[in-house]
């Protein structure tokens, strides 16, 4: 079955640096579109960024355009998100997503904080 399994999150100062990664199985990872999404509380789940199979096209959400980057190893089928310039308005739980059939990770918190 399809699984996705995120880590990495954790609780960094303003203006850290966190490495988020998400581990996938159960599908031909390679043929498939990812995604990051974010929740903060009380709010609704956001487009952070997505990846295209090969890896060449990615897209942002222009919050976080600049200081996030996307990435992807087909060989060990893995997405990463490194954020760099942390805001606090970066403080959500984080989920990852394979995107047609839609599923999704159980997701990984990170708190942006001094």
């Known amino acids: 079955q399809v699984r996705l399994v995120e880590s990495g999150g954790g609780l960094v100062q303003p203006g850290g640096s966190l490495r988020l990664s998400c581990a996938a199985s159960g599908f031909t990872f390679s043929s498939y579109f990812m995604s990051w999404y974010r929740q903060a509380p009380g709010k609704e789940r956001e487009f952070v960024a997505r990846i295209a199979p090969s890896g060449t096209n990615t897209n942002y959400a222009d919050s976080v355009k600049g200081r996030f980057t996307i990435s992807r190893n087909n060989a060990n089928s893995t997405v990463s998100l490194q954020m760099n310039s942390l805001k606090p308005d970066d403080t959500a739980a984080y989920y990852c997503?394979?995107?047609?059939?839609?599923?999704w990770g159980q997701g990984t918190q990170v708190t942006v904080s001094s």
């Open positions: 997503k394979r995107n047609g059939v839609a599923y």
